[in-house]
């Protein structure tokens, strides 16, 4: 059984910084795509990274860009989230998924379209 597990989350100050992890179990993801994704409170959830392991092409939301950055370590099916000037518009509960399409269209900013999720880990960022 698949199952990702997200870790990392806190409480940190407007301009910290947090790294989150996302280990997954069950099966192998080297060469699937992984994202996160994030949904605050009374509002839809959102894509925030995604990496396509083979070759390691990465994807950020434009809100993100330059401060998030999301890498993989194959040897131990995880990947990462490096936030960094966090804000408090940052704050929610952030998710990690990850898909079994390999297709070099698959859409890497379209949760619907993932075939697993983690529980979640709150961030949240105080101002």
């Known amino acids: 059984q698949v199952q990702l597990v997200e870790s990392g989350g806190g409480l940190v100050q407007a301009g910290g910084s947090l790294r989150l992890s996302c280990a997954a179990s069950g099966r192998t993801f080297t060469n699937y795509p992984m994202g996160w994704f994030r949904q605050a409170p009374g509002k839809e959830r959102e894509f925030v990274a995604a990496i396509r392991w083979s070759g390691g092409s990465t994807y950020y939301a434009d809100s993100v860009k330059g401060r998030f950055t999301i890498s993989r370590d194959n040897a131990k099916n995880t990947v990462y989230l490096q936030m960094d000037s966090l804000k408090a518009e940052d704050t929610a509960a952030y998710y990690c998924?990850?898909?079994?399409?390999?297709?070099?269209?698959?859409?890497?900013?379209?949760?619907?379209?993932?075939?697993?999720w983690g529980q979640g880990t709150q961030v949240t960022v105080s101002s």
């Open positions: 998924a990850a898909s079994l399409n390999l297709g070099p269209s698959f859409p890497v900013r379209t949760g619907r379209r993932y075939d697993y």
